[in-house]
């Protein structure tokens, strides 16, 4: 079990059993929201319950974005329909007992950064490194 919320205070989650290892997401519409790379986490839908009011973006059909209307923390990544929520890994509170696993979207990293860890990179997205295992094969 793991829980998490905003800077401010005003949402807080709760996400019952077993976090997928985290993913860093460098696509451009990440660094921008984000003001540098994402890195995220995802549970079950039905395994996770939200207290406090979320505000929701989408920068493509489909997708969605959630941040708290108070202080911005952006906290979630949805993909419509999918039984899978992304929340956002630094909003967790520690010990998170969750570890980096890769990087997507290489091709549209920021260009003052290498990756250096050694960890498995894609340009796009892959079925084995993605937000949202519904989406790709896996
Ligand atoms: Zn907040
Ligand atoms: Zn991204």
Not at 5 to 33: I, K, N
Not at 46 to 60: N, Y
């Amino acid at each position: 079990m793991n829980t998490g919320g905003c800077a401010c205070g005003a949402v807080r989650y709760r996400a019952e059993g077993a976090l997928r290892p985290v993913v860093a997401c460098h696509c451009e519409t990440c660094r921008r929201t984000s003001g540098h790379h994402v890195a995220a986490t995802s549970c079950l839908r039905e395994s996770f319950t939200l207290t406090g009011e979320v505000q929701w973006w989408s920068a493509t059909p489909g997708y969605r974005r959630g941040f708290c209307p108070t202080c911005g923390s952006q906290l979630f990544w949805q993909r419509e329909g999918s039984p899978r929520i992304s929340i956002f890994a630094g909003t967790l509170d520690s010990p998170t007992g969750l570890r980096l696993h890769g990087h997507i979207y290489i091709s549209e990293k920021g260009d003052y950064y290498d990756l250096t860890d050694g960890l498995p990179a894609t340009p796009l997205t892959d079925p084995d490194l993605t937000t949202d295992p519904a989406e790709g094969a896996a």
